[in-house]
């Protein structure tokens, strides 16, 4: 039979309200650091194991959060979960991580599911720029977007500062005497590659550059969507030397797109890309990119949800932004007259 509080708290001598309290990382700070220890080791040595439903019954509360994540194919959200899951656990939470493939059908039905579970509540980084879902959504739960944001309405949000990353790519490329930079862009319905491409422009007007006819959007985050649109942009603009794309998946469609046109990646077409995933260093050529701390990301919006869980008084709107580098490798070079 597995051990109780009640167990414990007799075999220590203490009260059942005091072993509960060491034993809730919520609460722990209340025990003396000593008593503490003495009742996590007697629970470890018991097998003792909590009743979160129980728990949650007394409290009204589950104790999990539903973590909404539109490709879980994607590399970029690994490092994000793994920053949400280590952040939620060390204060008593689960993660609910369910996979939308970017269809808002499937989107609604996850989160009735989750909701369902009584999850306290959402991280999500599915949102659209325009994104009813989240306006009936908010109004009932916590809700804490990562890596976007909706023109709607302004919820509590952990991104990278986009502006500060594009600005770190284009002026590598300028740099290194590119004037004719292409920019392959995220679909226009995301706040990332809707932002990423105003940067763009932004950026590129600040040197005195033209943006005419150099920004093409994709259909989808996928390599597929880029080859296609990569494509058609170089066809149009063959005196482009240099292409930034919106993520590291758009950058890899754009070199394959390249290499069918007969233009070397870097000696005729410079690529860079955005986010850093995962093995990005071992294409060819390996890519350059701006890393975006994925980890971090992951982490901070697990605080921000349990600041918004655990506060006695409302907590201010917080939109966290934090700063990327940019990591040159070898897809981009100096400047060279285009091939014939």
Known sequence: MAATLKDIAEKLGLHPATVSRALNPRTAHLVNAGTVTRVRRAAESMSYVPNSMAAGLRTSRSHTVGVVIPDLTNPLFPGIVRGIQDTLSRAGYTPLMVNTDNDADVEAQVVASLRARRVDGFILATARREHPLLVELSSKLPVVLINRVTDSMQLPSVSADNQHGIRLAVDHLVGLGHREIGHVGGPVWSSTGHERAQSFARTMRAHGLSTARRINAVDAWSIESARDAARRLLVANPGITAILAANDQLAIGTIEAARSLKRRCPQD????????????????????????????????????????????????LKQVRLTPELVVRGSTARRRAPRA
């Open 269 to 316: 077409l410079s690529v860079v890309g955005y986010n850093d995933m995962p093995f990005m260093d071992l294409v060819d050529p390996p890519l350059t990119t701006v890393r975006v701390p994925q980890y971090d990301i992951g982490s901070e919006s697990a605080r921000l949800m349990l600041s918004l869980l655990l506060e006695q008084e409302a907590t201010p």
